[in-house]
């Protein structure tokens, strides 16, 4: 995760925690279990993370646990919930997928071009030919 939104990204621990969860639920409920494939996509959409967990399906749709105070596991899900601003579960041909999107806000708000556009357009302006 942080090779691919990078060190200091406001949204890394969130995100880690959540795929790090979906990750776990499709390696030991889904039928991706014994050897299948799971297939993680992240997207930084600008002022959110979308993460698809694509898995081969299962028996059971994935489903928040209400009751689960005093149980071992089935918090991630839970988590899931709490910590994004959307979540849900869909199937089709290429298996089952659990998706999420946790929003953010970037700390510098400069989204200045490039730097080689940056010269080109102080070319192009009068005071510059000087």
Not at 23 to 51: E, F, M
Not at 90 to 105: I, M, P
């Amino acid at each position: 995760m942080k090779q691919k939104l990078g060190a200091n990204h406001p949204a890394l621990d969130d995100v880690t925690l959540l795929v790090s969860e979906l990750v776990t639920n499709a390696l030991i409920h889904s039928n991706s279990r014994n050897g299948g494939r799971i297939t993680l996509a992240i997207a930084d959409c600008h002022d959110r993370i979308h993460v698809d967990v694509v898995d081969a399906g299962g028996e059971n749709i994935p489903q928040v646990c209400e009751d689960i105070m005093f149980a071992e596991g089935g918090r991630g899900l839970m988590l899931v919930k709490l910590m994004s601003c959307a979540w849900n579960v869909y199937e089709d041909s290429a298996g089952r997928t659990v998706w999420f999107q946790v929003k953010y806000t970037r700390e510098d708000s400069d989204l200045s071009c490039p730097r080689k556009w940056a010269h080109r357009e102080a070319a192009s302006r009068p005071e510059a030919a000087h």
